[in-house]
């Protein structure tokens, strides 16, 4: 999916949501006492290159293409980092990762994600959380998942002709 075209840069300006998810991370990471090394800065920006999930290893690539350390371990790190830090979301049907754009608050991530561009959008809804975590209470469950997702077709993909989407 990564080599397909995608309709996502051109319904928005990417260049303001990569320039401000590395702002954020910048500012977190001295919050938190942390260092934004290269790999990570750099993993955090290849995620950001669109939104579409990033699998590891495509990531691993990536980051082999351009000279940087890309041992498993190296790119593992740098993602449990990023995860940490609450930079990037695991999508878990996909088992790849997202950039979030509200890493300076704490939340649970909520995904809505198109069958057809396989572009996430992640919305912000707590009380959907605490609804959840009340009702499975009641029947006595722990919950543990950190995600909702939710699959269906974006508003891009739905103006489309099923032949013309990516
Ligand atoms: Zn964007
Ligand atoms: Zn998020
Ligand atoms: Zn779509």
Same mark, same amino acid.
């Given at each position: ?6 309709? %996502?840069?051109? /319904? ?8 401000? #998810? ?30 579409? =999930? ?6 691993? &690539? ?8 890309? #041992?498993? =371990? ?11 830090? *609450? ?11 997202? *950039?979030?754009? @509200? &890493? %300076?608050?704490? @939340? ?15 919305? %912000?809804?707590?009380?959907?959380? /605490? &609804? ?19 699959? *269906? ?7 489309? =002709?099923? *032949?013309?989407?990516?």
């Amino acid at each position: 999916m990564s080599s397909k075209k995608t309709h %996502d840069t051109n /319904s928005h300006n990417h260049n303001h949501c990569i320039e401000t #998810a590395l702002a954020t991370a910048e500012t977190l990471c001295v919050e938190q006492g942390q260092r934004l090394t290269k790999v990570r800065r750099r993993a955090l920006e290849l995620i950001w290159e669109s939104h579409r =999930p990033l699998g590891a290893y495509q990531l691993l &690539a990536k980051l082999a293409e351009e000279g940087f350390n890309s #041992a498993p =371990p190296t790119v593992y790190r740098a993602l449990d980092f990023l995860l940490n830090a *609450g930079l990037i979301h695991k999508v878990e049907s996909m088992n790849a990762y997202l *950039g979030c754009a @509200h &890493a %300076d608050k704490v @939340h649970q991530g909520y995904f809505l994600i198109c069958d057809d561009c396989h572009n996430v959008m992640e919305f %912000d809804y707590q009380d959907i959380h /605490s &609804a959840l975590i009340a009702k499975a209470e009641t029947q006595g469950f722990e919950l543990r998942a950190k995600t909702i997702e939710l699959t *269906g077709l974006c508003a891009d993909c739905k103006t489309l =002709p099923e *032949g013309a989407r990516p």
